[in-house]
């Protein structure tokens, strides 16, 4: 063995050998991935649709998820971020795809922490004090193992030096998956499914919602109301998901 290898070139080696064995590939193109990069390869990674909603205030995923949750009460306006654009003829949504139906936790990890990064560089986000994710359904959670939007937000806690909240939000309610109804069918789906576990609220002034990808923002506005009815009108509820559709 040359005597100069150091560990970073053995590590390099070894993954290298490993991806002979077990090729690894960017979880968006599906080409193999060389061995210093990361469940993207570089030309996705270079493409990679962000949304920069983290940084702004007002951007189209708020609007529509304030349309939602602003309707019979006064309601403050509400920050929405997400870390990418969600198509579905783009390869992007793999990343929560793999998470999701794949027991990807690696790109789904990498993805939730890049997103952790973009909301703790953000003013708006910097007073989040509790990170609570949208939950499932006890059984549908038996069934997959895990519940991917609290993989998620363990990791945007992390970032954001924040607790998490995993089992503060419950599904009281087994709903039809979201993924075949259209439009307001969704709402009337998850109107109601939420409610607090907790015999004692953990204290927050800004509370962060996390979900995997927003799409109508139904089920996160049930949450949203949910967590509204529990904690008041003082405490600020923020959205943030690894994908937006739509814009
Ligand atoms: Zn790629």
Redesign the pocket.
Known sequence: MDPRLDGQTLKTSLSALLDLVLPRV?V??G?PLLPQEEH??L??LADLPETRYATLGHNPMADRFNARIQVDEFEPYAYAAALYHYRADAGYKRISQALKYYRDFGAGRWAARLLGARLAASPLYADVDLVVPVPLHWLRRRQRGYNQAAVIAREVARALGAPLAPRLLCRVRRTRSQAHLAGEAKAANVAGAFALRAARLPAARHILLVDDVFTTGATLAACHRALRRAYGAQVRISVATLGAVGE
Do not use: D, N, Q, S
């Open positions: 960017c968006v193109c080409r993207l390869c030309g996705c």
